[in-house]
């Protein structure tokens, strides 16, 4: 059954632990068909930050420019390129209620400082509440589990859907 907040294009609800913070710990969980965004035309990491505060900032509430400072902030302590192709940029967002994930396959790869210098094209990106250690922890080793397969990289590439991509991240589990 479909609520009413993810009728308007938010987050399904999730089970929640103490604290109220709901547990959207999977990456399929936190990044619906709606937040995965095939072939768009960035080419920067700037603009990719952009594009993704601007997306999450329309449904959590919370400014996207402290949303592209953050992940802009992060990216300098240390690239968060796994290699192939992928990358997981992501941060800690002060008045965020929810971790929310964003699946962006650029229509170019461009580089982004990846460990094995190839350009990247596909991202999860990543905005998690400031004081919830657990998603933060469990989403990162989620997406980078999903994309160190071979098989996984390959299936996400070849998708024509957001929803083929979405089933994809669902089966991993």
């Known amino acids: 059954m479909q609520t009413q907040q993810a009728a308007i294009g938010g987050q399904p609800d999730l089970p929640h632990r103490r604290g109220g913070l709901p ?5 399929a ?3 619906p068909p709606d937040n995965i965004l095939l072939d768009v035309p960035v080419d920067s990491a700037i603009q990719l930050f952009d594009l993704a505060a601007r997306f999450i900032a329309r449904s ?13 902030t992060r990216e300098q302590l240390g690239s968060t390129g796994l290699g192939q192709g992928v990358a997981i940029p992501h941060a800690r967002v002060d008045g965020l209620g929810s971790a929310v994930a964003l699946f962006v396959r650029a ?13 990247v094209r596909e991202f999860v990106v990543l905005a998690l509440p400031k004081e919830d250690d657990r998603a933060h922890l469990e989403l990162l ?3 980078a589990r999903c994309f160190s397969e071979r098989s996984f990289r390959q299936a996400s ?4 859907t957001p929803d083929e991509i979405h089933r994809l991240m669902q089966r991993t589990h």
Do not use: H, M, W
Request: net charge negative; proline share 7%.
């Open 157 to 160: 590439r070849d998708a024509q």
């Open 29 to 31: 969980d936190a990044c």
């Open 60 to 72: 959590s509430g919370v400014c996207a420019e402290r949303i592209a400072n953050e992940l802009a």
């Open 23 to 27: 547990l959207a710990t999977r990456l």
């Open 107 to 119: 229509l170019y790869p461009f580089a982004f400082n990846a460990p094995d210098r190839k350009p």
């Open 141 to 143: 080793a989620d997406a």
